[in-house]
């Protein structure tokens, strides 16, 4: 067999191959591309050793199934990730074609090179690397890797909550996250929740002349701007009554391990936000605003017309994109509940508007105090030479929920990317040297849990 560097190179040369297929799920004309790398996933399970592997067809795009259960007494782990990417749009902001995967500065570029499918790969590629060598696993191992996880992911919401005691596992382990630092290994253990819909506003039978009715016609667009700053003020206080009630603050001792992280503000903005100033609530530090707090955003709002050259048209209606953040201990329903209200309240006159969910997930935060999350911590030590540290994040991943409600089993958040990894954004990567660093320490991992 190859030594553990040439397999490691191996694998990155798969990964590429895997980075090439355009596996967007939110959109219909890539059904083809989901199955060729669904395919190509179940394909990489039976080449790492699973005894049983299937393709399950219950939405869009197909969950893939893995498993192999030759340890009898050893702990059951159960690997997730997801297989779909996000759309590659601008495509004119791309150094490289985003499907076409490029190797930079040590880096690899291509959408989905590090969400999801380059830190997916890490645990299939450690998997077969320990089959490889020893013909057997230290632990029993089971794999659910989605195709749905960034257009909503009701296929594994609702396979999960029927089917238990197949997924039965002491814990589960997700390669989906980031490392604070680079060099400095991170485990996450908490993630703010998700509610993602649309606002509704129609007002007019037909869009209108602008001149001939302007001034006396209500503007759909103009509404949707007053409801949104009725929800949110200008220093980013969410409005919406009862909101924050279930807010729980991080405890003293969380507070005082974040404030000793390598931070640099300077850098974290024009870095990573590439803006002119952090804005939101006062008086709060960027990890409480991006990991303690929750949100409102707006993500496009369409409506009349945005054509090039001029129409002076009042539009019939409009449509805004706009979710929530969630933190402990809120709950979606109790918060879209809280949020209807409060736009029926302050929706102007004249036009009517229906706010209409479309997916969301709750947050979630583990107790690091345990078995599977400590020996993670060790395992990324040893490989990188530095003390874990313990982090919250602020994106959400809905299957930690799911595991906790359905399977009662914490989630290891091992990851692998970095704050600069430029996640939905042109120009993702993913260091090549973690995705390495990352086949080592779950290896080591994965040892530790069957010793």
């Not at 709950?331 to 409060?342: F, H, V, W």
């Not at 929706?347 to 999350?373: M, R």
């Amino acid at each position: 067999m190859p030594d553990i560097e040439s397999f490691k190179k191996q694998a990155l040369d798969e990964l590429i191959e895997l980075l090439k297929i355009p596996s967007i799920s939110t959109l219909p004309e890539h059904e083809p591309d989901m199955r060729k790398a669904a395919d190509t996933v179940e394909a990489a399970l039976l080449r790492a050793g699973m005894t049983r592997t299937e393709q399950i067809h219950r939405a869009n795009h197909p969950l893939v199934y893995g498993e192999w259960l030759g340890a009898p007494g050893k702990p059951t782990l159960l690997l997730y990730g997801h297989y779909d990417v996000q759309p590659a749009d601008p495509l004119d902001e791309w150094k490289s074609p985003p499907f076409e995967p490029e190797i930079r500065d040590n880096n690899i570029y291509a959408r989905g090179a590090t969400d999801d499918k380059g830190q997916t790969w890490i645990l299939v590629k450690a998997v077969e690397w320990l089959m490889q060598r020893d013909g057997k696993l230290p632990i029993n191992i089971k794999f659910l890797v989605e195709g749905e996880e960034e257009c909503g992911g009701e296929a594994i919401e609702a396979y999960v909550a029927e089917k238990p005691a197949q997924l039965a596992a002491d814990a589960a382990i997700i390669c989906d996250s980031e490392m604070f630092a680079p060099g400095l290994p991170s485990i996450c253990i908490g993630l703010r929740g998700i509610v993602y819909g649309e606002l509704h506003v129609e007002a007019a039978r037909q869009d209108l002349h602008s001149g001939v009715y302007g001034g006396a016609a209500p503007n759909p667009i103009m509404a949707i701007a007053e409801i949104l700053t009725a929800l949110k003020d200008k220093d980013g206080h969410i409005l919406i009554p009862g909101f924050y009630d279930r807010v729980v603050k991080p405890a003293p001792a969380e507070a005082e391990a974040w404030a000793s992280l390598p931070f640099d503000e300077k850098e974290y903005l024009e870095k990573e936000i590439g803006a002119t100033a952090i804005t939101g609530e006062p008086g709060l530090s960027v990890f409480d605003k991006t990991w303690a707090r929750p949100t409102l955003e707006v993500h496009g709002i369409r409506g009349g017309f945005v054509g090039e050259g001029a129409k002076t048209v009042i539009p019939a209606r409009a449509v805004a994109k706009m979710s929530m953040r969630l933190v402990a201990d809120q709950r979606p329903d109790e918060a879209i509940s809280q949020l209807k209200a409060a736009i029926a309240t302050v929706t102007p006159k004249g036009v009517k508007a229906e706010y209409k969910f479309l997916h969301g997930a709750g947050p979630s935060l583990v107790n690091p105090d345990n078995k599977f999350i400590h020996e993670s911590a060790l395992a990324m030590e040893e490989v990188f030479g530095k003390k874990t540290v313990y982090i919250r994040s602020g994106g959400s991943i809905p299957i930690v929920g799911l595991f906790d409600t359905h399977l009662g089993i914490p989630s290891v958040l091992m990851g692998f990317g970095l704050p600069d990894d430029n996640l939905h954004s042109p120009n993702e990567k993913f260091h090549v040297p973690n995705f390495y660093n990352g086949i080592d320490a779950v290896i080591r991992y994965l040892e530790r849990l069957g010793a």
